[in-house]
DNA sequence: CGTTTTTGACCAGCGC
DNA sequence: GCGCTGGTCAAAAACG
């Protein structure tokens, strides 16, 4: 009960381009058994620390499926102040590519934004949020291409350790979604 | 009035 | 050691 599966609603209403797909992140046996019913496509463990995303095969001929997820291995905790010498500290990224037209996109968690800057070979800028949960250091960014305006990046470190907040309101939505990428 | 966004400053890591 | 780049902080503004 650590592992909370998460969907990636969208807003629905005023904009379009949604993807809904369930993660869970441990060393264990979760319910990886869902493997890609369509979207979210597992690629290998790379580690991006830069602009090593330039070589983007740009090739987006498909429709939306475009979604590709990195994973860092290796994870620690905590950075920000001192903590005793320890290695290199490395924090398990995923990655989500997206087509959206929207950079927000909607996960039913509650984000706070806390910083945004520009990266280079990238017009548009990158920001970050934060789950607003208490105890819960997740973080999220969203980044969008240059080239393709189109195409959203955003990249998850951690994992929430909490139900999601949004109420039942949408869940119905939620539900259907779920139902339309199952049912494949 | 509380919460979130904005935005510049600050800091750490890396390359030269 | 210096400068560039990426990531975070924090104060003030903006928003409900």
Request: proline letters at 3%; charged letters at 25%.
């Amino acid at each position: 009960m650590e592992n909370y599966p998460q969907f990636f609603p969208c807003s629905s209403s005023a904009s379009s381009g949604s993807l809904s797909m369930v993660t869970s992140q441990s060393n264990h046996n979760d319910f990886q058994g869902n493997k890609s019913n369509g979207f979210l496509g597992l690629m290998s463990e790379m580690e991006v620390p830069a602009a090593s995303l330039n070589l983007n095969n740009s090739n987006n001929n498909n429709i939306m499926s475009q979604t590709k997820s990195f994973v860092g291995s290796e994870n620690e905790e905590k950075i920000g102040k001192k903590k005793g010498s320890e290695k290199k500290i490395r924090k398990p990224r995923y990655a989500f590519q997206t087509r959206s037209q929207v950079d927000i996109l909607d996960d039913g968690y509650r984000w706070r934004k806390y910083g945004q800057k520009a990266v280079k070979n990238n017009k548009f800028p990158r920001s970050y949020y934060r789950c607003t949960h208490q105890g819960c250091n997740v973080k999220k960014q969203v980044q969008r291409l240059t080239k393709d305006e189109g195409v959203v990046v955003t990249t998850y470190e951690g994992m929430h350790s909490h139900p999601i907040e949004k109420s039942t309101d949408n869940f119905e939505h939620i539900l259907s979604q779920m139902q339309i990428y199952t049912s494949y």
